[in-house]
């Protein structure tokens, strides 16, 4: 006699869910067990305000010095490292989270921006960096007086044979 079984497609999804996540969060850093990896750790905003572009980017661990801002064919890039400061080489390790490599995330950035004028500051492991926006000078309409009394000749076309 064959039983039933009730199929639950939930308890798949489930598992695919946690086989993606494993795929996605780890890093193929050796010595590394479990956790994410340097790259996904750079959390991005980008946002609009007091006619300025701001982009904010999470760099915990990383000091100033070590970080690398640039700006190429209108591609923000920020790059930056961290490194362990101590030697755990003769610890016993039963979980290292802790991000060590190098983290860069990209931004293309609209038209409109003042690239001559960008600021970068660092904060709580938070680099926001702040491109203000051209000012558009708009033209008021005006008025085109027309003078009346002078011709302007034309020149009639020439035929060639």
């Known amino acids: 006699m064959k039983t039933l079984v009730r199929w639950n497609p939930m308890t798949e999804l489930e598992q695919m869910n ?7 969060n780890e890093s193929p850093t050796p010595g590394f067990i479990g956790g994410r990896s340097a790259a996904s750790a750079a959390a991005m905003d980008v946002f609009e305000r007091d006619n300025s572009l701001v982009v904010r980017v999470a760099v915990p661990g990383i000091h100033p010095d070590n970080l690398d801002i640039s700006l190429e064919e209108n591609v923000l890039t ?4 961290t490194q362990h400061e101590e030697d755990l080489s003769s610890a016993k390790i039963y979980r290292r989270e802790l991000s060590v490599g190098t983290i860069t995330r990209s931004v293309r950035l609209p038209e409109g921006l003042d690239l001559d004028k960008i600021e970068a500051s660092t904060e709580h492991g938070i680099v926001t960096i702040s491109i203000p926006k051209l000012i558009e000078v708009k033209q008021e309409p005006r008025k085109i007086p027309v003078s009346s009394g002078t011709s302007v000749a034309i020149p009639a076309e020439t035929e060639s044979n």
């Not at 946690?18 to 996605?24: G, V």
């Open 18 to 24: 946690a086989l993606f996540e494993k795929l996605f």
């Open 78 to 81: 920020l790059r930056g490292t």
